[in-house]
């Protein structure tokens, strides 16, 4: 692989890495940090990369539209969108979702 690419991915593995285990393991000072200071921004970083993944007019996923011939065009909800799902409310090994058990 490429070494810049590399080392961009091992950050981003280590910094969640890092965050859940502090929201998991870490006290509760650690864990009110993590929530306050950088959930926001992993909330932003995955509103980027998840955002555009909307219908255009035709029923097509916007993103995944630009990534593909017509004939391959994926329609909502795409991939990308159906594995954010998953991950926020059927996270595997985490049983249902905190806010999902807080019927909010
Ligand atoms: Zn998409």
């Known amino acids: 692989m490429d070494v810049v690419f590399d080392e961009l991915h091992r950050r981003v593995k280590s910094y969640l890495a890092t965050v859940k ?16 200071d950088e959930l926001p921004l992993i909330v932003d970083a995955f509103d980027a990369l998840f955002g555009g993944h909307i219908p255009d007019d035709n029923g ?9 011939r017509w004939w391959r065009r994926r329609r909502v ?27 909010l």
Do not use: K
Request: proline residues 4%; hydrophobic residues 40%; contains cysteine.
């Open 21 to 36: 285990n502090v929201a998991a393991d870490g006290g509760n000072e650690a864990a009110l940090v993590i929530a306050r």
């Open 60 to 68: 097509h996923c916007r993103q995944c539209h630009r990534a593909g």
């Open 77 to 103: 909800p795409c991939r990308v969108f159906l594995q954010a799902q998953i991950a926020l409310f059927h996270p595997v090994g985490h049983g249902r979702h905190a806010l999902t058990r807080a019927e």
